[in-house]
């Protein structure tokens, strides 16, 4: 079984920072890619970043100089500053994984349970 554990979120002001952390464990055989979501109250989903097997980061461009992601193995976090209201969301992370046995095959999608960021004076 493969879990998606996140931490670190919470209430912060406007102009604070917080760091996320997410750690992938259980019977894993390969890790192709992991990411950091965020959906907000009535909108979709979105990307903020993600880092590759091979150790490359793609942040989205909105996010570039506030948030940034980075990762080691079977872990991934996320530091943000500056931030602001709109930042108020549910941010999960996610990974692509083989888990054990490996016949080959494709990987699957995983999902932590999220953890909420709000953003507030």
């Known amino acids: 079984q493969v879990q998606l554990v996140e931490s670190g979120g919470g209430l912060v002001q406007p102009g604070g920072s917080l760091t996320l952390s997410c750690a992938a464990s259980?019977?894993?055989?390969?890790?192709?890619?992991m990411a950091w979501y965020r959906q907000a109250p009535g909108k979709q989903r979105e990307l903020i970043a993600e880092?590759?097997?091979?150790?490359s980061i793609n942040h989205v461009n909105s996010m570039k100089g506030r948030f940034t992601a980075s990762g080691d193995k079977n872990t991934l976090a996320l530091q943000m500053n500056s931030l602001e209201p709109e930042d108020t969301a549910v941010y999960y992370c996610?990974?692509?994984?083989?888990?054990?046995?490996?016949?080959?095959?494709?990987?699957?999608?995983?999902w932590g349970q999220g953890t909420q960021v709000t953003v507030s004076s």
């Open positions: 996610n990974a692509e994984i083989v888990p054990r046995p490996d016949y080959g095959q494709t990987p699957t999608d995983y």
């Open positions: 259980g019977s894993i055989a390969r890790i192709y890619s």
């Open positions: 880092i590759t097997s091979a150790g």
